[in-house]
């Protein structure tokens, strides 16, 4: 059976303006192999709610899963909440449990749970909470889309609390061979080896390196059996 | 005036896959903010020509500009030039040019000009194509994409060969302000500058320092003296 698909929307000005490097995705993606899920389209759009609103509906709508990472923050520009709700048809509004997550949590920190924070609590009509371990502020699931937070660590706490909710797949493995010599050297090799390896994802990624040429040739698959058997033919033809 | 509009199109198994972090984005993204040219959105999508073909109409339609990064190398999982000359309707074969320089660079470096490294020189009919100081092969422009390769040296070169030839915008400058606060303590100021200063992109991105939250407050826009006066009222207004 075929694992099940995810993308992730990422929500943010500061990534597209070349201000900040995403983390999210790179953790996310690791996570997602070891879960067995594949990760088949990332999207980032800017803090635009019609961008929001489009992206999550096409993406809820050709993948198993979405995950989506910034935006419920509590200033001006968090409007990743609403535009989930809007996406799904679905009213949003302060939330009791979540209220009273940041009541108990505002109270022992010994800040002002003010108007601003309360925003933190506003949850699209039947969507389940995601728990926050690092900073309480809970994210949410509505329908197949994981609304997490932008900073890394709550992220990757959040992405702890829902993976294991869900069901995946065989995990994906992995070998890798690198290869002094330029892709199209070897491309004829690996041509063949992907025909007669049709079970396995055989990749080959270029690098230029002291102005020398090679490639890092990354197989692919959930048999590990058959991911050795290519990679050692593979190294026999090149005489590694 | 409003900026030009782009999006970029990263095609790559091996980001999506968690092996390798995206780095050309990152330098896209600031590349285009110093033309002036705005980036909405960023799409990364596996090595699957219905994504790819479906992903390029897409975002042509939507921006004045789509730069893709990755897959025109000589190997089997390179499809990318198949790819936009599908989305476009366009026959695609070995073009001349694209030959003649290919046959040049590999009779100086005394490397076969073999089957794989020809298909390089495939170009969709009508396109432009975009030097390649590092290693030759060129990329490509169709309408509005312009087709560049993954390694990022030679997409950067790349970059360096296209960006010229667009018309840009203002380029958007930018002040940041680092804040040793949670985002909730500054919400209610950072919304009225918003509403205050509605010529002006204000961003909050929080983050987690030892243990204690802060976040830097970015101004951006195309009038210094604008963004000036909104750094320093928000400076004055925090006792910063």
Do not use: W
Not at 14 to 23: K, N, P, Q
Not at 150 to 167: E, H, Q
């Amino acid at each position: 059976m075929a694992n099940p698909t995810a993308a992730m929307l990422v929500i943010g000005d500061e990534i597209l303006s070349g201000r900040t490097r995403d983390a999210n995705m790179h953790y996310l993606a690791g996570e997602l192999t070891t879960h067995g899920i594949d990760l088949k389209e990332v999207r980032i759009v800017s803090d635009d709610a019609p961008a929001i609103v489009a992206a999550t509906r096409a993406l809820a709508g050709a993948y198993d899963h979405v995950f989506t990472s910034g935006g419920i923050g509590p200033t001006h520009d968090d409007i990743t909440a609403d535009c989930i709700a809007e996406a799904f048809g679905r009213t949003i509004d302060v939330r009791d449990d979540a209220r009273a997550l940041l009541e108990a949590h505002y109270a022992n920190s010994g800040l002002e749970l003010n108007e601003a924070r309360l925003r933190m609590a506003r949850i699209p009509e039947g969507a389940s909470l995601i728990e926050n371990p690092v900073s309480t502020a809970p994210g949410f699931t509505v329908e197949n889309v994981h609304v997490m937070a932008g900073v890394p660590s709550v992220f990757r706490a959040m992405v702890a609390s829902v993976l294991p909710t869900l069901i995946g797949g065989a995990p994906v493995l992995s070998q890798s061979l690198r290869v002094m010599r330029g892709e199209g050297d070897i491309a004829a090799n690996l041509g063949q080896l992907a025909k007669d390896f049709a079970d396995l994802s055989i990749g080959c990624y270029p690098f230029q390196q002291d102005g020398a040429f090679g490639a890092n040739v990354v197989v692919r698959g959930t048999d590990g059996a058959r991911i050795d058997a290519a990679v050692t033919r593979l190294a026999d033809e090149l005489g590694l």
